[in-house]
């Protein structure tokens, strides 16, 4: 079975939700006091304005935002302009046998009892499927449309629901990863030029040392985010790509000069024999004085 030892696998064939409740709420000057839910609360904002606190973070949300509200994270509505229109609905996203007994919870988590507390599901959906408390996303028509679908059916329950409640549930999770995943290729589009010109300039400036605020500022980046994109797309932290540029350089110059081990070292920006054969090693796995007998057949370098 090592085809489904990916844990994202696993869930996925383990996913069976149901619906608690489905239903298109409207509502002017939008209150709701600090609470938890036992489930999950999928919420599409159609309409208004909505400000909402989910646990220390405050959310503004337009037309178009989706939320998700967790098993047991606390969360209050603070404020709303205009009527909203928020269909939304409840759902386990597996199955349990107490699917029946749990109510949708009005409580904060200090006003719950032991039971009440016992009735908290295991939040698969963002410790597996990494699915964010806010979702904006591209394809969020699409998403509206199945849930309205959802909640359409919900309302008439008759006995074909069972199977076509799982259904759209699975298709409501199944648009919103893909909406995050093309929203992350979108952000990485967007970073690619500049990414590519902080490559361009460890490159024309290899011999050197840059320093991190310096690239990332070339790529009107953060410090953090530049290196995290820079490894993302290139695989390897500015240090080791400059370092494997400076090495592929020294080759080439142990291939087609004559030049000293210690002049190579210097041209490529290493201050000292010792360091440029460290470094050289690490990346061929020979030291730069094997790799030139290997080119040469010669013992005296």
Not at 41 to 56: A, M
Not at 78 to 103: K, R
Not at 197 to 207: H, P, Q
Request: with cysteine.
């Amino acid at each position: 079975m090592e085809a489904f030892s990916d844990p994202k696998k696993t869930l996925m064939l383990q996913l069976s939700p149901n619906v608690r409740r489905a239903w298109n709420h409207r509502e002017s000057g939008m209150r709701l006091k600090t609470r938890i839910i036992f489930d999950y609360e999928l919420l599409y904002l159609e309409k208004g304005e909505l400000t909402l606190r989910i646990s220390d973070t405050v959310h503004d949300l337009l037309p178009g935002d989706i939320v998700l509200f967790k098993p047991g994270k606390e969360h209050e509505f603070l404020e709303s302009v205009g009527e909203c229109w928020m269909p939304h609905i409840h759902f386990d996203a597996l199955y349990a046998d107490n699917l029946e007994e749990v109510p949708i919870s009005y409580k904060s988590l200090a006003d719950c009892s032991e039971q009440e507390k016992s009735w908290i599901r295991e939040d698969v959906l963002e410790s597996v499927l990494q699915i964010p408390d806010i979702i904006r996303v591209d394809n969020h028509g699409e998403i509206l449309k199945t849930l309205q679908q959802l909640i359409h059916a919900y309302e008439r329950r008759d006995l074909d629901f069972f199977i076509l409640q799982k259904s759209l549930v699975l298709k409501l999770i199944y648009l919103i990863m893909k909406g995050l995943e093309n929203s992350e290729l979108s952000r990485r589009r967007v970073h690619h030029k500049s990414l590519d010109a902080a490559a361009t300039l460890i490159m024309e400036r290899f011999d050197q040392t840059i320093l991190l605020e310096e690239l990332s500022k070339t790529a009107t980046l953060s410090v953090f985010h530049f290196s995290r994109l820079f490894k993302q797309k290139y695989g390897l932290t500015p240090h080791q790509f400059q370092m494997r540029y400076r090495i592929e350089k020294a080759k080439h110059l142990m291939i087609y000069t004559p030049l000293s081990i210690t002049t190579i070292a210097e041209k490529v920006g290493y201050g000292s024999v010792y360091a440029f054969s460290k470094a050289f090693k690490q990346i061929e796995a020979i030291s730069p004085r094997k790799f030139i007998q290997g080119f040469t057949g010669s013992n005296e370098i």
